[in-house]
């Protein structure tokens, strides 16, 4: 089992729907959880951070955590042509030891259709 | 403001021989990490780096290793290259000490291994 899963895709989407990207994580201690977008060619950029169970939005974008679960999401709300990349699910143990290392998921492939 | 300079971005090198990969992170940023970036295992982190120290290392042999500079550039060097060591090698660099999980990714080093 991968310690970060996520579903490769392609996940298609229409102009102007709602994306809704998934994340599981297996290390419990985990305590901060990052989502970055990587269009092709080029490298991750960060885009979202939680720390708190629940929701936190920024603009169209949406994080979900659900730390009992193990789970984080993502929701990409009036989904562009633009939006169209792979999704990198990222957790820290949050701990100062484990300083800024991040575990990536494997990414998951968005495709917004106009 | 400059951002996360790698170099070089593309080199080809035979089975056996070694490789040298620099980066200069963004000015005032004392944290470096590497990564490896593969269409089979995603992107792995290779080592962390900071104030000259290494902080933290993955699951890799020990081929591979790293160093930083007094100035935060940093270096990763792989020795006695195989066929899998074929990827695109990331840098990030952070502001934060630790755990912001805010890392700026440098356009990466291609390596291809013959």
């Known amino acids: 089992q991968k310690e970060v899963e996520q579903n490769s895709g392609p996940l298609s989407v229409p102009e102007g729907a709602i994306a809704s990207l998934n994340c599981t994580y297996s290390d419990r201690v985990s305590q901060s959880f990052f989502w970055y977008r990587q269009y092709s060619g080029k490298s991750p950029e960060l885009i979202m951070s939680i720390y708190s169970n629940g929701d936190k939005e920024d603009g ?4 979900q955590l659900n730390k009992a679960s193990q789970y984080v999401s993502l929701l990409i709300r009036d989904s562009q042509p633009s939006d169209s990349a792979t999704y990198l699910c ?3 143990r949050g701990i100062k030891a484990a300083g800024n290392k991040l575990t990536f998921g494997g990414g998951t492939r968005v495709l917004v259709k106009p | 403001k400059a951002g996360v300079t790698q170099t070089p971005r593309y ?4 089975r056996g021989q070694q490789v040298t990969l620099s980066c200069s992170p963004i000015s005032g940023h004392r944290s470096v990490s590497w990564y490896q970036q593969t269409p089979g ?20 042999p020990g081929r591979f ?11 990763m060097n792989v020795s006695t290259l195989e066929l899998g060591d074929s990827a695109l090698y990331l840098c990030a660099s952070s ?20």
């Not at chain 2, 295992?41 to 890799?60: C, M, V």
């Not at chain 2, 290793?65 to 270096?75: C, I």
């Open chain 1, 60 to 63: 169209r974008f949406t994080a």
């Open chain 1, 90 to 92: 990222a957790v820290s």
């Open chain 2, 11 to 14: 080199l080809i090198k035979t």
């Open chain 2, 41 to 60: 295992q995603g992107l792995q982190f290779l080592f962390e780096y900071f104030s000259e120290t290494q902080r933290n290392k993955g699951n890799f």
């Open chain 2, 65 to 75: 290793s790293g160093r930083q500079f007094s100035n935060s550039r940093s270096e």
């Open chain 2, 95 to 114: 502001l934060a000490e630790t755990n912001t999980g805010e890392l700026f990714f440098g356009e990466g080093s291609r390596l291809t291994v013959l």
